[in-house]
C-alpha cells in the first residue's frame, strides 16, 4: 500500500469519525462525542502526513509534529492555525482515556468544545488535502 493509499484511507476514517462525533453530541452523549473528536483530529493529521510521506510517532497527541514536519516540507501555516491545531490536538489527547473508560464524566460545554477544535482542524485539514493532492 502507497503512502497516497494509506493516506486515503486515514482521512476516509476520520470522515466518518467526524459524522459520529457529530451524532453523539445531538444523542447528549457527551464522553462519546469528546473521544470520537479526538480520534477525527488524529486521523485528519495522520493522514496528512502520511500524503507528504511522513512517518508519524504512533501517539495520540500530533499537532505539534504535524506544524513542524509541514514546515520542513514549506507548507508552514498561520502562527494563529498551527498554535489552534497544537493547543486541540493536545487538549482532546489528554481527554481522550478519560472520556472511554469513564474516568470522568464531561459536560455538555466539554463536548462542544471538544467539536469545535474539531471542526476547526477538520476544515483546515481538508483544505490542506486539497492543496497536497493537486501538489502530487
Do not use: C
Amino acid at each position: 500500500m502507497t503512502n497516497v493509499e494509506r493516506a486515503k484511507i486515514l482521512i476516509n476514517d476520520a470522515r466518518d469519525y467526524k459524522a459520529e462525533a457529530e451524532n453523539a453530541f445531538k444523542e447528549n452523549k457527551w464522553n462519546r462525542s469528546i473521544r470520537r473528536a479526538q480520534e477525527t483530529v488524529e486521523l485528519y493529521l495522520k493522514g496528512i502526513m502520511k500524503l507528504i510521506n511522513i512517518e508519524f510517532p504512533k501517539v495520540h497527541d500530533i499537532g505539534k509534529f504535524l506544524v513542524k514536519e509541514l514546515e520542513k516540507k514549506g507548507k508552514k501555516l498561520p502562527e494563529e492555525v498551527a498554535n489552534r491545531i497544537i493547543e486541540i490536538s493536545s487538549m482532546l489527547a489528554e481527554k481522550r482515556a478519560p472520556a472511554f473508560y469513564r474516568e470522568e464524566e464531561y459536560s455538555r460545554e466539554d463536548a462542544r468544545e471538544a467539536i469545535e477544535g474539531m471542526r476547526f482542524v477538520s476544515q483546515i485539514a481538508e483544505k490542506l488535502l486539497t492543496e497536497l493532492s493537486h501538489e502530487q
